[in-house]
């Protein structure tokens, strides 16, 4: 790391003061060769004149004055197309001299004897203006017209070679070539990552003259000042390559010649090359996210068919081996068998009940994924559906203070009553499975503007850091190596549900300790009832 370097992580400001500098001495250099070549061009224009004199005087014995003063203004017109208008109006004006000097009499003097060449002077002037004018003007535009074509035709060759680019590589190399033969000097490229970090764009390029810092500032300044489309700093010029949804890298460029950075020309080329070449990469992007979305869906979809497919053969034996264990139970119970054989049978149904359940969950969940859940919705009390999900973990719930705060002016809920009764029995469940025992729950439901919140919170551990949104997928566990049975269905479950009815479920860490989970529904308001639309006696 150089010390520029150094003192820029320290301060980017630094990086700006050695930007403005780059640019004063390329401003610098540009305007020594522009006034170089800007002498050669006038000296070349008096010499074309002084050949024209060379070529007037033998030729004065045999033309008449008015052939020489064509002679002069035909000169004109090689100096215009050739060096430019200003070399034009410095010709036309040094003829007129020279006519003067030589032809008109007395010669080798600027007197005039005759009055009326005055006149010849001046049309001889204004004329050798006008057509140093025309003809400048027009090699300007044919010089424009040759070089947009130069551009368009390029343009499209890289245009063409980009559609095709299947990958951020290529799009690259290919970008790189197109400038680096543009501007016959270098050009490299920077591509953001998912990650946020600027990378190279070709894979075996190193980046050992690009200076990340440059590049990543005029990043941070594009975000916040959208007016800021460049920097320049060693002789290289840094340009944000900005596609209609954001930034997808830079491209560094490092000319042969500095100077040519700043044509406008050039720097019209660079900016239309950095706008085809972020296009193309944005829809590289694009299209590797819908092929990875594209494969994810098909994935999904296949997965859930084998479950609903597993779920449908496994649930039939399962039901039978529930049946049958609880029926050996019974007559070993009459029987008096030796004893520890009906224990036996109930641990089998057990077992048999728990895989009964995960089948279910299994099919549960696939049909959720697929859409084929019906929602049967109804105008339901949150309070009553509370109290339907706490019965069941009765047994599970032994030993535990459980607070069930829920607002008296809580309206009734629209909702599949089933589905949501499910929700508040997966939440409180996983309470009981991952949170010691006698620690208490507390569950509330409030309305919070146009929507109805439910929490349930517990003072067990809390939720691994970094995991709060992924515990809600599908076979994901809070702790990977537990001993509480279960696959991680019951929060994918619950997700889908509370989505199904256009709520959301969330799950963060409490303060003090704990875990809360809460969801939201829909508050909307329950038609009125019968002893209000009752007509008054």
């Not at 057509?131 to 343009?155: K, W």
């Not at 016959?184 to 998912?194: D, T, V």
């Amino acid at each position: 790391m150089t010390d520029d370097q150094r003192d820029a992580r320290l301060d980017p400001g630094v990086h700006l003061a050695r930007v403005d500098e780059e640019q004063r001495r390329a401003l610098l250099s540009i305007a020594g060769n522009s006034a170089s070549r800007a002498l050669a061009r006038y000296v070349a224009a008096l010499a074309i004149s002084a050949i024209t004199t060379l070529i007037a005087i033998p030729l004065h014995r045999a033309f008449d004055l008015s052939n020489i003063v064509m002679l002069y203004l035909l000169a004109v017109v090689p100096v215009a197309m050739k060096l430019g208008r200003g070399p034009a109006i410095l010709v036309a004006i040094v003829n007129v001299l020279a006519f003067d000097w030589f032809f008109v009499a007395p010669p080798y003097t600027f007197a005039v004897a005759d009055v009326q060449y005055v006149f010849t002077f001046i049309v001889m002037l204004i004329v050798g203006l006008v057509i140093g004018q025309l003809t400048a003007r027009l090699r300007q535009q044919a010089h424009f017209a040759a070089q947009g074509e130069a551009h368009a035709r390029r343009l499209f060759a890289m245009a063409r070679e980009l559609s095709a680019a299947p990958a951020a590589a290529q799009v690259a190399e290919i970008g790189e070539r197109f400038v680096a033969s543009t501007l016959r000097g270098k050009a490299s490229m920077l591509i953001l990552g998912e990650d946020e970090v600027l990378l190279p764009g070709s894979p075996a390029r190193e980046l050992r003259d690009v200076d990340l810092t440059v590049a990543r500032l005029l990043l941070n300044q594009e975000n916040t000042d959208p007016g800021t489309h460049e920097l320049s700093a060693a002789g290289k010029l840094y340009l944000p390559l900005k596609a209609p949804m954001r930034i997808r890298g830079v491209l560094v460029v490092e000319p042969a010649d500095p100077a040519d950075l700043m044509l406008p020309e050039q720097r019209r080329l660079l900016e239309t090359s950095a706008a085809l070449i972020a296009i193309a990469l944005e829809r590289v992007h694009f299209v590797t996210v819908a092929q990875r979305t594209l494969v994810d869906m098909e994935s999904e979809r296949l997965r859930n068919s084998v479950l609903a497919a597993l779920s449908h053969d496994l649930r039939t034996p399962l039901t039978a081996l529930v049946g049958v264990s609880e029926t050996l139970a019974n007559e070993l119970a009459r029987e008096e068998r030796p004893v520890g054989g009906e224990s036996k049978a109930l641990a089998i149904r057990n077992q048999a009940r728990r895989t009964a359940q995960l089948v279910d969950s299994l099919l549960e969940m696939a049909r959720l994924e697929v859409g084929r859940t019906a929602l049967r919705k109804d105008w339901q009390s949150l309070e009553e559906l509370v109290g339907s999900a706490l019965a069941p973990l009765e047994s599970a719930l032994a030993g535990r203070e459980v607070e069930a705060a829920l607002s008296s002016e809580l309206p009734l809920v629209l909702c599949d009553g089933v589905l949501i009764e499910r929700v508040l029995f997966n939440l409180i469940e996983n309470v009981t499975k991952y949170t010691p025992p006698g620690t208490p729950i507390r569950i509330n439901a409030r309305r919070a503007g146009d929507v109805i919140e439910v929490t349930v919170e517990d003072r067990g551990p809390g939720l691994p850091p970094g995991r709060e949104r992924a515990i809600f997928e599908k076979f994901t566990r809070g702790n990977r190596e537990s001993v509480v049975p279960g696959v991680g269905l019951g929060l994918a479950i619950s997700r889908a549900i509370v989505e199904a009815h256009r709520g959301t479920i969330r799950a963060e860490n409490r303060e003090g300790g704990g875990a809360r989970f809460a969801f939201t529904l829909p508050a909307e308001e329950p038609p009125p009832s019968e002893a209000e639309t009752a007509p008054m006696a």
